[in-house]
C-alpha cells in the first residue's frame, strides 16, 4: 500500500480509483450511519472522496493511518451536511451495510429478540447529535481505538471516552427503559 499511497500523492489515477473502491464502503457506512441518510451519505461519499484527491498533497503517513485521515474528513463533512439537514431513521439493511456481528442462536425467537433490540439501538442512535453519533459510529461500527478516534475528530483522547462514557449510560437507559439508574 505504501507504493499506491504514493502513486496517488503524486497525481496518480488509477492508484486513487483503486484506493477510492478499497474504501469507498468505510466512508459511505461512517456517513450513512453518522447522518442516517442514503441520499446524503451518498453525496458525502463523493465529497469526501472529491477532498481526498484535491488535498491528497496534505496527508502525511508519519502522523498517521489513511483510514484515520478519511475518518476525519468524513465526519467533517457529515457535520456539515447535519447543518443542512435533520438526520432520518437509520435503516442498515437499505445498502448492504457490513453490521457488527450480530450472534444470533439458532431458535427463531432468539433472533427476533436480538432484531427488536438491535432495532431500539437504532432508534437511539437517532436522538443523537452529530459528535456523539460520531464516536459511536466509529467506535462501534468501525472499531476504531480510542486513539485512533481522537486524532479522526480531533479531539483530546478523554473527551473520546467521556463521550463513550455517556453514551454508553444513555445508551443502556434507552435499551432498558424500565430500570432504575444507580
Request: contains cysteine; hydrophobic residues 40%.
Amino acid at each position: 500500500m505504501p507504493d499506491l499511497t504514493k502513486n496517488w500523492q503524486k497525481g496518480d489515477m488509477v492508484a486513487f480509483e483503486t484506493l477510492f473502491r478499497q474504501y469507498e464502503k468505510l466512508v459511505f457506512k461512517t456517513a450513512y450511519l453518522i447522518t442516517g441518510n442514503r441520499e446524503a451519505a451518498e453525496d458525502i461519499l463523493q465529497e469526501v472522496f472529491i477532498s481526498v484527491w484535491r488535498s491528497r498533497h496534505t496527508y502525511d503517513p508519519s502522523k498517521g493511518k489513511l483510514t484515520t485521515w478519511l475518518h476525519r474528513i468524513t465526519v467533517n463533512q457529515c457535520s456539515r451536511e447535519k447543518a443542512r439537514k435533520a438526520p432520518a431513521a437509520v435503516s442498515l439493511e437499505e445498502k448492504d451495510i457490513d453490521l457488527p456481528e450480530m450472534k444470533y442462536k439458532s431458535q427463531p425467537e432468539d433472533m427476533l429478540v436480538n432484531k427488536m433490540e438491535y432495532d431500539r439501538l437504532l432508534r437511539a442512535m437517532d436522538a443523537l447529535d452529530v459528535k456523539h453519533r460520531s464516536v459511536l459510529v466509529l467506535r462501534y461500527f468501525n472499531d476504531l481505538s480510542y486513539q485512533e478516534i481522537a486524532e479522526a475528530l480531533e479531539i483530546p483522547l478523554g473527551t473520546v471516552k467521556s463521550r463513550l462514557n455517556q453514551l454508553l449510560k444513555y445508551l443502556k437507559e434507552q435499551m432498558n427503559p424500565g430500570e432504575a439508574s444507580v
